[in-house]
């Protein structure tokens, strides 16, 4: 325990030496610039590179500040391009967690949710 302890530690302090908009390399979100441009890829790579997004935003204020305020745009910081048809809405959930969910608008207008991604933190015995 103490050992993931000091590694947490030592995690936070690299995201927190990084230069506001900018991924440490401790923390990429993707090793490439990605574009997803087509549904088949958002649903197929988007949950993972959000779930990253959601962990680090955990642990570097900055990062979280910028996610909260506007995902697609930070994504797009980060090299990472999705199609116009897809938009990406911050949630609060009851327990105060913040959830990413992810709509594709479609052609006839309707707004469909694709997905959602939230960090739960479990603990077990």
């Known amino acids: ?11 936070r302090r690299a995201a927190g030496q990084a230069a506001p908009g900018q991924t440490p390399d401790a923390f990429p979100l993707v090793r490439r610039s990605t574009n997803l441009h087509d549904i088949s890829l958002v649903e197929r790579h988007l949950p993972e ?3 990253r997004a959601l962990a680090r935003s955990w642990i570097d204020r900055a990062f979280s500040t910028a996610l ?7 994504l797009a910081q980060h090299d990472i391009h999705l199609p116009e048809t897809v938009s990406i809405d911050v949630e609060m959930t009851p327990t105060q967690r913040h959830r990413l969910v992810v709509y594709e608008q479609r052609p006839d207008g309707e707004r469909r949710r ?12």
């Not at 325990?1 to 995690?11: D, E, N, P, Y």
């Not at 909260?68 to 930070?74: T, V």
């Not at 694709?114 to 015995?125: D, F, I, R, S």
């Open 68 to 74: 909260l305020a506007d995902p697609k745009a930070l």
């Open 49 to 51: 590179i959000l779930g």
């Open 1 to 11: 325990m103490a050992g993931a302890l000091s590694k947490f530690r030592m995690l």
């Open 114 to 125: 694709m997905m959602y991604l939230q960090l739960v933190m479990m603990a077990g015995k």
